[in-house]
């Protein structure tokens, strides 16, 4: 088992984790305009996205350039895509993940603390729910998990590239907001994911 085989449910159940769902959590977060490349960016790689297309493709061309950006504008971050991520194999939390941030110094290795663990999907938010609160636990426990007492919250999003649906890992409680957030506005996007940072 990795982390894309866990189903949402099997990781609520398998870590004993307790769930808020909300409506909008993130709405009052401060926007961050995006530069001037990311708007042009989105707005010709927009153009080139049709029905059906990879996950890599939105993967690199929607999701690729709004972290980057994120990075650009907050700094301090670090940003890995695609990596093994093996936290503990005996209670299968190991694979890859798609896209992770941390606030670590480390170009080369991922260090501790991961504060945003991005998962892609090509058509289905729900299909990649239960392998990103996968990921966001063996952030947490990388983070440093002393005597029960988890030590920093840990945000993650689940995307198509064009539809973004966020929520927060912290302690043994999942934080889910039902909003979905879109690539057409992109300063919600970058606010959303720099109140992780910030």
Request: hydrophobic letters at 45%; aromatic letters at 8%.
């Given at each position: 088992?990795?982390?894309?085989?866990?189903?949402?449910?099997?990781?609520?159940?398998?870590?004993?984790?307790?769930?808020?769902?909300?409506?909008?959590?993130?709405?009052?977060?401060?926007?961050?305009?995006?530069?001037?490349?990311?708007?042009?960016?989105l707005?010709?790689?927009?153009?080139?996205?049709?029905?059906?297309?990879?996950?890599?493709?939105?993967?690199?061309?929607?999701?690729?350039?709004?972290?980057?950006?994120?990075?650009?504008?907050?700094?301090?971050?670090?940003?890995?895509?695609?990596?093994d991520?093996?936290?503990?194999?005996?209670?299968?939390?190991?694979?890859?993940?798609?896209?992770?941030?941390?606030?670590?110094?480390?170009?080369?290795?991922?260090?501790k603390?991961?504060?945003?663990?991005?998962?892609?999907?090509?058509?289905?938010?729900?299909?990649?729910?239960?392998?990103?609160?996968?990921?966001?636990?063996?952030?947490?426990?990388f983070?440093?998990?002393?005597?029960?007492?988890?030590?920093?919250?840990?945000?993650?999003?689940?995307?198509?590239?064009?539809?973004?649906?966020?929520?927060?890992?912290?302690?043994?409680?999942?934080?889910?907001?039902?909003?979905?957030?879109?690539?057409?506005?992109?300063?919600?996007?970058?606010?959303?994911?720099?109140?992780?940072?910030?």
């Amino acid at each position: 088992m990795a982390y894309s085989d866990f189903t949402l449910a099997e990781v609520i159940e398998t870590f004993n984790l307790e769930t808020v769902e909300e409506l909008g959590i993130f709405n009052n977060v401060k926007e961050i305009e995006p530069t001037a490349l990311l708007s042009q960016t989105l707005t010709d790689h927009l153009s080139l996205i049709r029905i059906g297309e990879s996950e890599k493709f939105k993967s690199e061309a929607l999701v690729f350039p709004v972290l980057v950006d994120l990075k650009r504008q907050v700094g301090s971050l670090q940003l890995f895509s695609g990596r093994d991520f093996n936290v503990d194999k005996e209670r299968k939390l190991n694979g890859r993940f798609d896209f992770l941030l941390t606030q670590s110094k480390e170009q080369l290795i991922i260090d501790k603390p991961v504060i945003i663990v991005v998962e892609a999907k090509k058509d289905d938010i729900g299909e990649g729910l239960g392998q990103c609160l996968a990921t966001m636990v063996a952030a947490q426990i990388f983070n440093g998990l002393a005597k029960g007492s988890y030590t920093c919250p840990v945000m993650g999003t689940v995307t198509t590239g064009t539809t973004w649906v966020f929520m927060k890992l912290e302690g043994a409680i999942a934080t889910f907001d039902l909003a979905e957030y879109s690539i057409r506005q992109p300063s919600k996007l970058l606010g959303i994911l720099a109140s992780a940072v910030i």
